[in-house]
């Protein structure tokens, strides 16, 4: 072999690893920032994953993507956030209203898609729903306002019902909303509600101590990603102490709570997934309209009924999306 034809060869070997991870660092980077853990929020990851599919997008074969999350502590989303803005990533995806918040302080030109249970107009992450306008779009399930049904199916489970119970988070950026909208629903059902605050799983032991005390016929858990990682110890915990609970997460049925209700959780993050595909393709943030999420679940543990000595109502249950036996 001549000498000129060697060096090209063994030129040529090393460089296509080059090759292969100038190419590897080349790919568009989606930054996704969580309020939850990754392990608790899987559903919904997959539901994301399985968005960017359908645009086209299957992660480190076009896309690769960098993930901060808070593990329930919303303090450490602004941090978080400036770590992807440094990283200058092409698009950050933002999990939760508390992130969605995090994300815009931290920038207003890299495209922002959120997803989160209030309406965005309201909390002013966009200037309307059809034309959002700046850097941020993304879907809702608008959890919040369907918030006082959770009481209205409660009290129709437990019809006998005086004195019920609303756990809050009182970190969430939702929690003043949630605290009012509910309020307002009692009264209309002619209901004592009682407010129990919880931010760590410390405050649980407090908190079903309280419920015991006070002899609340009923809890109702409000949507939020700390209550949705801990769902099924509040599940355990609610059967346990023998008190009839509504959450806005499906999985809080499924682990043994008594009821859930709220909006499709999965479909407002496919949708998310759809329109960071749709971003990273070069349409605009400012161009694509918020989509909101209008499927409603509603989920009846009847096993749970049973053994709180509940006799769900036929009419409840003829309205339930699924029954759990």
Same mark, same amino acid.
């Given at each position: ?89 092409? =698009?950050? &995806? ?11 302080? $931290? +920038?207003? %030109? @890299? ?108 809890? =109702?858990? &409000? ?11 509040? $599940? +355990?915990? %609610? @059967? ?86």
């Amino acid at each position: 072999m001549k000498r000129r034809e060697f060096i090209t060869l063994v030129g040529g070997a090393v460089a296509w690893p080059l090759t292969a991870r100038a190419q590897q660092s080349a790919l568009p980077v989606i930054g996704l920032l969580g309020s939850a853990t990754a392990s608790e929020w899987t559903p919904y990851v997959g539901a994301f994953h399985q968005g960017l599919r359908d645009a086209g997008y299957v992660e480190d074969r076009n896309v690769a993507i960098e993930a901060r999350w808070a593990n329930g502590q919303y303090d450490r989303l602004p941090a978080m956030a400036a770590e992807l803005v440094q990283r200058q990533v092409t =698009v950050i &995806v933002a999990f939760s209203t508390p992130a969605a918040h995090a994300a815009k302080a $931290a +920038t207003a %030109t @890299i495209p922002i898609v959120f997803t989160t249970n209030r309406d965005p107009v309201q909390i002013g992450l966009v200037a309307s729903l059809n034309r959002p306008g700046g850097n941020m779009t993304g879907s809702t399930d608008l959890d919040v306002e369907v918030g006082p049904k959770l009481l209205e199916l409660l009290h129709e489970a437990v019809p006998t019902a005086k004195i019920m119970a609303l756990l809050v988070n009182p970190t969430n950026f939702n929690a003043e909303t949630q605290l009012r909208s509910l309020q307002v629903a009692a009264r209309t059902l002619g209901l004592q509600l009682h407010v129990l605050n919880a931010s760590t799983e410390r405050d649980f032991d407090t908190v079903f101590a309280t419920l015991r005390q006070m002899r609340a016929d009923g809890l =109702v858990v &409000v949507s939020d990603v700390f209550f949705n990682t801990q769902r099924r110890q509040l $599940a +355990t915990l %609610t @059967i346990r102490h023998a008190v009839p609970a509504i959450s806005q997460n499906r999985e809080f049925a499924a682990a043994g709570g008594l009821m859930s209700y709220s909006g499709s959780i999965r479909d407002s993050y496919h949708q998310a997934g759809i329109y960071t595909g749709r971003i990273l393709k070069g349409e605009k943030p400012a161009d694509l309209p918020v989509v909101q999420s209008t499927k409603l679940e509603l989920i009846i543990n009847l096993k749970t009924a049973k053994a709180l000595g509940l006799t769900v109502p036929p009419t409840l249950l003829t309205s339930a999306d699924e029954v759990m036996e």
